[in-house]
Each structure stands twice: as C-alpha cells, then as structure tokens.
C-alpha cells in the first residue's frame, strides 16, 4: 500500500529505510550494528574455541577437531534443575554435537554478516533459551541471565534490520529468494 507524503513522494517498502537519517537515527543504527557484530563474534568464537580447542574455554585436548565432544562436558557436568536428565540424556550425541556446532557457527557468521537476520534471532533465541534452562534457576538470580537479555537482544537486531547497517542486509534483502520468502531477511 503506497501513501502520499507532504513532498508528493511516494512511501513503499522499498523507501521506507532512512537513507542519513538524523544524528540520533545514525546512533542507533551504528549501536545497534555494533552490537549484532559483538553478539555474533560470541556465536563465532564460542564455535571456533569447541571447534580448536584454543583454551579459553575448550582445552586442545577436548577440541571437536581431537575427537572431543562440544555438548558431553557441560551437558554432563554442568546442568542443574528441572532439565538435568534430559540433556544429561543427549550429552554427547553426534547429532546434538553437529546442531550445536552447526548452530553457533551460523549464528555467528548470519550476525557478523547481517544477513539472514530472522532466522539467526529464531535459532539464536532458541539455543540461549535451551542453554537457560539447562542451569535452572540461575545461580546469581531467581529466573533472570544473560541467555535470556542476548535471546532478547537477538530479536531487536531482526526486528529493526540491525544487519543493513555495516552489514550485508541490504544486499540480501535484494535476492530474489529473500524477496520471495521475507522470513529468509
């Protein structure tokens, strides 16, 4: 549906993005990138670091690259509450190894990129809402951590199309399959 503004241009979908934008629209935009490429170098690393084993969080010797399993430590020894024995019930399972590994990897690179920000946020969410309930209730508070604020953060960044600003979202945005299908934006 097109509308008629004061200077007779014609409002469509294709238009509506502020090209400049005030001083406080450009802000926000440039924070809001900043943070979808902070938020996706945690997804990245935290794969690159189960992938190498670079010690920051996964020795050498544990690395998925060494035959170590991504999920078999925390799910086994880490997980408390309501949902210990389901996922003690899929600690080190290829498949559960493979969609996680899978998961941060194209979580971290749809991020850093800014495309395909939608189905980033979904998939996003979901894992920090699964990685949640894993340590229910968290230790410093009765529901509320950090998992829950990211899962938050993720569906702003698609809802305000974070990835067209320093990112590739535009040009995705253009592809005839994204036009086709918006859930792909």
Known sequence: METMVATTERVTADNTAPKAGTAHERAVRYILAGTRLALGWIFLWAFIDKMFGFGM???????WI???SPTKG???FGVSGPFKDL???IAGAAWADWLFMIGLAGIGVALLLGIGMRVAAVAGGLLLVMMWTAVLPPENNPFMDDHLIYAAVLAVLALVNAGDTWGLGRVWARLPIVRRM???R
Not at 57 to 63: G, I, L, P, R, V
Request: aromatic residues 16%; charged residues 10%.
């Open 74 to 76: 925390f799910l086994t």
């Open 66 to 68: 060494n035959g170590g």
């Open 182 to 184: 918006p859930w792909l």
């Open 57 to 63: 969080a996964t020795e050498s010797k544990n690395a």
């Open 87 to 89: 996922y003690a019930g």
